[in-house]
């Protein structure tokens, strides 16, 4: 039995209560998402160009979670809104290159240098001479090139590129954190 005296132990809950906002001045973008302001299904409202639907549903969970307790810069939310869908469209103009970049030449923290070449080299032994009486081509020699030379680097290397290496996903999600207020504030008017 508990008397005053007795101080309880903390015991955290299995699933945090995501509904319960200590905010005591602005919404939170927990108290938009849970009173179906953010809505990302509603393609009317909440549309933006993404680079594809794998892309989009990750991205779409990356801000609820970084975001979920976070207060909005604008007030009211309908004006916050159309800030926060300009400045993620701003942002995937840049991060929709990123993409296109890794899904055509991979992830590898290695590789330094990926240089490939074709080419071909036609030359003709007697110049005046038909190879055939209609084509018209005169070459009687032709070679077919083609080769990759791949540079690796040290792991060392590959490390200290990674140190500057930036995931598509987090440059978007550092390009809306203007969208929300700088101040955290538990349980005073903070403002």
Known sequence: MWTD???RPYV???????????????????ELYEGGVIDWNDAERWSWHYYDLDQKKRLEDMMTRRFWLREISIIPPEAWRLAFLQKLDEAM?????????????????????????????????????????????????????????????SFIDAM?????????????????????????????NGY
């Open 5 to 7: 005296d007795d101080i």
């Open 12 to 30: 955290p809950p299995e699933e945090p209560d995501r509904t319960f906002f200590f905010n005591p001045v602005t919404i939170t973008y927990g």
């Open 93 to 153: 103009s840049t991060a929709r290159l990123m993409y296109q970049i890794l899904e055509k030449h991979g992830q590898d923290v290695l590789v330094e240098s990926d240089e490939w070449y074709k080419g071909r080299e036609i030359w003709s032994d007697f110049p005046q001479t038909l190879l055939n009486g209609s084509s018209g081509d005169y070459a009687s020699n032709g070679r077919d090139a083609e080769n990759e030379s791949v540079r690796t680097g």
């Open 160 to 188: 200290e590129r990674l140190r500057f290496y930036q995931a598509p996903d987090v440059y978007v999600l550092d390009q809306l954190e203007s969208c929300f207020s700088k101040l955290v504030s538990v349980n005073i």
